[in-house]
């Protein structure tokens, strides 16, 4: 199976379960459980309850995902200011 046949969403960590696997709510309000990738196991990137996470998820199986991004703080509130920029653009059309 090729690495590009995934879903690629947000979402909420809500629950660390045994084993390295995490019970994340989607934005769409699924719930899912996933794994850290090798890249950020790799890497030592900790995931801890609260974190809003980038999820891949297959197309065949979609209660299960991996986890390839944790997003900081300093990238939330950037991606905040990008949406509201977008709507006050899109009103003064």
């Keep these: 199976m090729p690495k590009q046949d995934h879903i690629e969403m947000e979402g909420l960590v809500i629950d660390a ?3 390295a696997m995490f019970r994340v ?4 309000g699924h719930m899912i459980t996933a794994h850290i990738s090798g890249r950020m ?3 030592y990137i900790r995931i801890i309850t609260g974190d809003r996470v ?3 998820i297959s197309p065949y199986d979609l209660n ?4 390839v991004l944790r997003h900081t703080q300093k990238n939330t509130e950037q991606k905040k ?3 509201a920029g ?6 003064d059309t």
């Design 81 to 83: 200011e990008e949406v």
């Design 17 to 19: 379960l045994p084993n």
């Design 54 to 56: 980038t999820l891949e």
């Design 41 to 43: 196991r790799k890497n």
């Design 86 to 91: 977008d709507q006050t653009t899109s009103s």
């Design 25 to 28: 709510q989607l934005d769409n």
């Design 64 to 67: 299960k995902g991996r986890i």
